[in-house]
């Protein structure tokens, strides 16, 4: 069955499948994420869903690295006494490596979330065939 008429208010009318969606069809697709309809709520939150799940990723992966240096220079003090080319190791790391890597943890999230978006774009134009 598909949606109910939005503009009428009737119950859902039959729709017989016989083969893949024309291009009217596909436009009505896109339509439906424009117009807010439930079927282009769903496209919408389905990317939505991935796209918070990928942030909280990136999140987790950086408070597990990152975010447990200065724990880790609180509980092992004698940390603080190794020095790498006569810098203090808590200097290098909270110093110089931090920004790399929170550069590469942008990176890489920008290329995944555009690389879901561009997913999403594919199976919108895939159901608009």
């Not at 439930?38 to 991935?50: A, F, K, Q």
């Not at 790498?84 to 999230?109: D, E, F, I, K, S």
């Not at 978006?117 to 159901?127: G, L, W, Y």
Request: cysteine-free.
């Amino acid at each position: 069955m598909s949606e109910p008429d939005q503009h009428s208010g009737g119950p859902p009318t039959r729709v017989r499948v016989t083969g893949p969606p024309s291009r009217r069809q596909a436009a009505a697709r896109t339509s439906d994420i424009d117009a807010g309809t439930r079927l282009g709520g769903v496209y919408m939150r389905s990317l939505l869903r991935e796209q918070l799940r990928l942030a909280l990723g990136v999140l987790t992966v950086m408070a597990l690295t990152i975010g447990l240096l200065p724990l880790a220079f609180y509980l092992a003090p004698e940390l603080s006494d190794v020095r790498l080319l006569g810098v203090p190791l808590g200097w290098l790391l909270l110093g110089v490596v931090v920004y790399p890597a929170l550069v590469a943890l942008g990176w890489g999230y920008v290329r995944r979330a555009e690389r879901n978006e561009r997913d999403f774009a594919e199976i919108v134009s895939e159901a608009e065939r």
